[in-house]
């Protein structure tokens, strides 16, 4: 196995906060980028073709996406949230705790590789 990169301070923090965040989140927030993307095309009253142009991406690509037969790459969200006049935020939701990931590595026999200083 390669050698585990250390991680810094301003990482660690991040990850702290992101996770006690995600531990809050409600439930009716975990949607697919395509229930948003519908909900939101509807509330600006914009229809598949406008924001295909916004976009510059084929209007059945966006067809295909809002209808969950395509898993999109990160830049095509990117561009199709950034035409729908948002940001998209990617963030990761633990399943769980951290510590409890980390002994059932120990379990399974794993060799333990330091996270973090």
């Given at each position: 196995?390669?050698?585990?990169?250390?991680?810094?301070?301003?990482?660690?923090?991040?990850?702290?906060?992101?996770?006690?965040?995600?531990?809050?989140?409600?439930?009716?927030?975990?949607?697919?980028?395509?229930?948003?993307?519908?909900?939101?095309?509807?509330?600006?009253?914009?229809?598949?073709?406008?924001?295909?142009?916004?976009?510059?991406?084929?209007?059945?690509?966006i067809s295909r996406i809002e209808a969950g037969m395509m898993d999109p790459r990160m830049s095509t969200l990117r561009r199709i949230f950034h035409a729908l006049f948002c940001?998209?935020?990617?963030?990761?939701?633990?399943?769980?705790?951290?510590?409890?990931?980390?002994?059932?590595?120990?379990?399974?026999?794993?060799?333990?590789?330091?996270?973090?200083?």
């Amino acid at each position: 196995m390669g050698k585990m990169k250390r991680t810094s301070l301003l990482h660690r923090r991040a990850l702290n906060q992101a996770v006690i965040y995600a531990r809050y989140m409600p439930a009716t927030l975990m949607l697919l980028p395509s229930d948003y993307i519908c909900a939101l095309r509807s509330a600006l009253r914009m229809s598949q073709a406008q924001l295909a142009r916004r976009c510059r991406i084929p209007r059945s690509h966006i067809s295909r996406i809002e209808a969950g037969m395509m898993d999109p790459r990160m830049s095509t969200l990117r561009r199709i949230f950034h035409a729908l006049f948002c940001g998209l935020l990617v963030m990761p939701i633990p399943r769980r705790h951290l510590g409890e990931a980390l002994a059932e590595r120990r379990l399974e026999g794993r060799p333990e590789r330091k996270l973090w200083d």
